[in-house]
């Protein structure tokens, strides 16, 4: 590969190793496996050692991944929900492997910095939450969660609600007058299952894993409902000024004799031989396991060597994990079921013969699209490995030829919607099949429904179980309908009652308040997301200025590609989409944006161009604007008359380049708020 080649590639894989990062860490919704993920993080870290010149000090393989919700001082976007403190020591990510020959390397590496014998800790690597506990005169002083590895937010009082962490250590257990020690908190098979279907019944987006789970419940701001989620810890590394013990193991041991909760399952290994036996039988029996484990945690015993051995930027020298591939089970598809989502598109579920894996029993399992399905040669009748990699929903794989009969019967893609019969359409650069009858087919409008009502959209007080009802009365069908509705039909509700129907009014009463932006995203335009509606909503300030824009206007806006822009076209030469935009207006919810942000506020950047790229904590075209709100023009590309550069992460490489180029003054957010008298 070539240097340009490398350095564009390099570009990519950061980025998007830094949104799975924010989807794990932060959301707690992953969207790919662990394995996926080190893959991507593998290749990365491949392309920077063979051209060390483009490694950032910002890599995301120079850091661990933080789990600190994004807040900015100056915009003010969003409130700190707990208080944060710096780590005394900071917290560092494991190395990590799938491959036995790479331990064996690890152990040679050990080898060359060790002047004499050494043994192995072997534990099980809990897939759970970091956390870092401060005992202070055998009372729990501080509970910091990982953060960003120097720093973490105080879940202290949440801690406190997990009975195996003990407030007050054993009293004359010899104990240090202060010490840290640090583990993982997880939420265990059943609890997790309780509380799924505890969610499902309060129509709530049930958890996808148990580390999710447990991360989520960690951040809850009331601790009373953290001591309900079943929650629990184990600790695994004592840090301690003085020694206590001349190996990790008796260390271990000691903090277990102060009431800590330590896992009775570490083994101490005389060679990488035991190493490998250690890791061949929990592979073997973590599914018989109470809690999810994804691999085994390998560090050198010896507390001194580890101390000579030190860290890298990112991790400890003496310790690895070893990773379990992913879980899969054999078992018998019996038959396709075709579901059409919110947006028409059609995904093939298979239903399965019950089989147990990672903990749960599985019956349903994704074939994804037409082509994976081409592509495994799936029939029904097969006996296919599943798989349930990292907990998320589970897959097909692959088959097992060597078990099909004569019995089976090609499964082949539907050419029409399963459920109203609308022909199939498929773009050419995408890989799924859309049932395009999207205004009259029941599951896109029920679909619609259910975005709409969302948290993140119109936060009104109603679930998918709610949505089916109404629709199924035939009180709803399009989106105005839902204001349409009276106390006198919400009571023919099943299990409705007069405080079920209060609730929902008032919501319903709420959502008018809602800004243009959320409005916008909950229409459920195909491909417009949450930040793409700020972005729209900012750029054209209402709803019918958007409805009027042409093909060229909209491509201007950087978070809108061809697609999108012909998707919005599309939608608004509907006229009955039109209809029930106006509809939605009368009853008062929000169609423009508030005046405020686009009152013009001075003419302080009269005369400048300012060309604005990367991320920001607000949209770019909210900079866009203030930039024009203040006298400014904003530019889309550097030149020669360009007066600054405001640049945010991630901002384009090929633009910093020229306007180092031609002198341009580059200048941060801050100081492009500080210029316009925002602080």
């Known amino acids: 590969m070539k240097k340009k080649e490398a350095e564009k590639r390099i570009v990519q894989l950061a980025a998007e190793l830094e949104r799975h990062n924010h989807n794990y860490y932060v959301l707690n919704a992953p969207e790919i496996t662990d394995f996926q993920y080190d893959l991507l993080m593998m290749e990365l870290q491949q392309l920077e050692k063979m051209f060390p010149e483009l490694l950032r000090k910002d890599s995301p393989t120079q850091k661990v991944g933080s789990d600190i919700l994004p807040y900015n001082e100056i915009a003010g976007s969003l409130p700190r929900q707990f208080e944060q403190y710096p780590h005394r020591y900071p917290m560092l990510s494991l190395s990590n492997t799938y491959s036995l020959d790479e331990l064996s390397s690890f152990n040679e590496r050990v080898e060359k910095g060790s002047a004499s014998p050494y043994t192995f800790s072997c534990e099980l690597k809990f897939d759970g939450t970091a956390i870092c506990l401060t005992y202070k005169n055998g009372r729990l002083m501080r509970a910091l969660t990982r953060g960003d590895g120097s720093v973490g937010d105080d879940v202290t009082r949440n801690v406190l609600q997990i ?29 997790f299952d ?19 789970a447990a991360a989520g419940s960690l951040k809850l701001l009331d601790p009373k409902l953290v001591k309900g989620r079943g929650l629990e810890c184990t600790l695994y590394h004592l840090i301690v000024e003085e020694p ?4 990790h193991i008796e260390a271990l041991q000691k903090a277990s004799s102060w009431g800590l909760p330590v896992s009775g399952l570490v083994k101490e290994c005389i060679n990488l031989d035991e190493v490998n036996e250690y890791i061949n039988r929990w592979d073997s029996e973590r599914k018989n396991l109470p809690y999810a484990t994804d691999g085994i945690v390998v560090k050198v015993n010896q507390l001194a060597l580890q101390a000579s051995l030190g860290y890298t930027a990112k991790s400890p020298r003496w310790a690895t994990a070893y990773k379990f591939k992913p879980e899969e089970a054999l078992t018998k598809l019996v038959s396709i079921d075709y579901q059409v989502g919110r947006t028409g598109a059609v995904t093939p579920v298979a239903n399965l013969e019950p089989v147990q894996l990672s903990g749960t029993k599985v019956k349903r399992a994704s074939l994804h699209n037409a082509d994976q399905m081409q592509l495994l040669d799936i029939h029904i009748g097969d006996y296919v490995y599943v798989e349930k990699g990292g907990e998320i929903i589970p897959k097909i794989t692959r088959v097992e030829p060597s078990r099909r009969g004569f019995d ?3 499964a082949v893609f539907p050419s029409h919607c399963p459920v109203c019969g609308a022909p199939l359409v498929r773009d050419e650069d995408e890989a799924r099949h859309f049932c395009p009858n999207q205004d009259n087919c029941p599951p896109q409008i029920k679909g619609k429904f259910i975005h709409f009502i969302g948290r993140k959209a119109m936060g009104i007080n109603a679930g998918e179980a709610t949505v089916e009802q109404l629709y199924s009365k035939g009180y709803i069908r399009e989106l105005s309908d839902l204001y349409k509705l009276t106390p006198e039909l919400l009571l023919t509700l099943d299990k409705w009652k007069e405080k079920s129907v209060s609730n929902f009014i008032e919501s319903l009463s709420k959502s008018r308040e809602v800004p243009f932006e959320r409005v916008l995203f909950a229409l459920g335009i195909r491909h417009i997301g949450e930040t793409t509606a700020k972005s729209i909503a900012m750029r054209f300030g209402d709803i019918w200025s958007i409805s009027m824009a042409t093909r060229e206007e909209l491509l201007e806006i950087d978070d809108v590609g061809a697609k999108l822009a012909d998707s919005i076209l599309s939608y608004f030469s509907n006229p009955l989409h039109m209809r029930i935009i106006k509809e939605l207006e009368e009853y008062g919810l ?10 013009v506020q001075s003419d302080i950047l009269k005369g400048m161009t300012i060309v604005i790229s990367g991320n920001f904590s607000i949209p770019r075209d909210e900079m866009k604007f203030l930039v024009e709100a203040n006298g400014g023009k904003a530019g889309s590309s550097i030149s020669g008359n360009t007066a600054y550069m405001v640049a945010g992460e991630k901002c384009g490489p090929a633009k910093l380049e020229k306007a180092l180029k031609l002198g341009v003054q580059i200048i941060d957010e801050t100081q492009f708020f500080e210029m316009i008298n925002k602080i």
């Open 194 to 212: 309780k509380l799924n279907r505890q969610r499902e019944i309060e129509e709530e987006q049930p958890f996808a894993n148990p580390r999710n």
């Open 408 to 410: 089976i019967v090609e």
């Open 163 to 191: 009975p195996s962490v003990p407030e007050t250590l054993k009293d004359g257990s010899g104990y240090p007058d202060e010490f840290e020690i640090r583990g993982e908190i997880y939420m265990p098979y059943k609890a």
């Open 590 to 599: 929000q169609m423009k944006v508030d005046s405020g942000k686009k009152t």
């Open 244 to 247: 206590v013990a001349a190996t």
